[in-house]
């Protein structure tokens, strides 16, 4: 049996190296083709998305000789008389009560919507996941079988064509998937902390708006993004409950019903250019909206998973 062979300075032993087995051929051809069907399936989502809104801006700046002839054409007048036009027509009117509407009906919705999850995701009591399901059942609920009974049921409350009724109908609109969405947020909130806020001597509503609420603020963030761009967007429900209801009875459409009566008073002076004026301006500010707390909805909407 030969002795082992001893490592010296002059002549250090070599040992063998383990050598990493080579990914098989199939799985790094596999990979790079998924990775360039995952990259060109975005890019042409991206430009599915892109192209129209660029073709509807450029419309603005277009004649109607102009759209007519080339609706792909550059314009030639990069003029902004005629977004000055659309706001003069009622644009400004339709914008600002749909702004005085969301003003009220976001806010509401957030704190109904925070405090029901709240409840029903931290407190454990009989009948929790009947009022849970309650709520969720609501999303599933198509509102065009609601529109009858709704218009009955906010005339009877003498508030047609009024903002406070809107409001409302939005608010209650909203509930279930604010609910839905922040219940699953509260209940990754660490208890630890819940618990050493009343072990202080901290009550429940204290705790809520001091404690739990300041800690579900990403997604508070994301849910709100969601409710604006929907209720900036709605359509089906002001058009019922927001109609004159005599001659007296002023106008108060928001920006949804706004550009459909733009159209319609266009009669056959068609003026193509002032519509799409008015899309782009109805479209602009849920764009910087979006942009602006692009961050702060990923945040919250992977937070939930990553705790």
Do not use: C
Not at 41 to 59: D, E, G, M, R, T
Not at 201 to 215: E, I, Y
Not at 220 to 226: A, N, Y
Request: glycine share 8%.
């Amino acid at each position: 049996m030969s002795a082992p062979i001893k490592e010296t300075a002059d002549a250090p032993v070599r040992r063998p190296v383990a050598k990493t087995p080579a990914r098989p051929g199939g799985e790094r051809s596999e990979g790079v083709v998924l990775n360039v069907f995952s990259h060109g399936f975005l890019a042409l989502w991206a430009l599915l998305i892109i192209l129209p809104l660029l073709w509807l801006v450029l419309s603005s700046f277009k004649t109607d000789t102009q759209i007519g002839g080339s609706a792909f054409g550059w314009p030639q007048n990069w003029s902004l008389d005629v977004f000055s036009r659309a706001w003069d027509k009622g644009i400004g009117d339709y914008f600002l009560n749909t702004v005085i509407v969301l003003v009220f009906s976001v806010p509401l919705t957030m704190l109904f919507g925070s405090m029901a999850a709240y409840v029903l995701a931290r407190y454990q009591f009989w009948g929790n996941r009947f009022l849970y399901y309650f709520f969720v059942a609501g999303a599933m609920f198509p509102v065009f079988l609601a529109l009858v009974p709704l218009f009955f049921m906010v005339k009877r409350l003498d508030m047609l064509n009024t903002y406070q009724g809107l409001i409302l109908v939005y608010v209650a609109y909203s509930m279930p998937f604010t609910v839905f969405f922040m219940h699953a947020f509260f209940r990754t909130l660490p208890t630890a902390v819940f618990e050493a806020a009343v072990l202080d001597g901290a009550s429940h509503s204290r705790t809520f708006f001091q404690v739990m609420l300041p800690m579900a603020k990403p997604g508070l963030v994301s849910v709100g993004i969601f409710n604006t761009l929907g209720q900036w967007n709605q359509f089906i429900l002001p058009t019922v409950l927001m109609q004159p209801q005599s001659g007296d009875d002023p106008e108060r459409y928001v920006l949804t019903q706004g550009l459909i009566q733009l159209q319609q008073q266009q009669g056959y002076a068609s003026d193509l250019p002032v519509l799409f004026a008015g899309v782009t301006i109805a479209m602009i500010p849920m764009l910087v909206v979006y942009l602006s707390f692009q961050r702060q909805v990923q945040a919250g909407l992977t937070s939930a998973t990553l705790k």
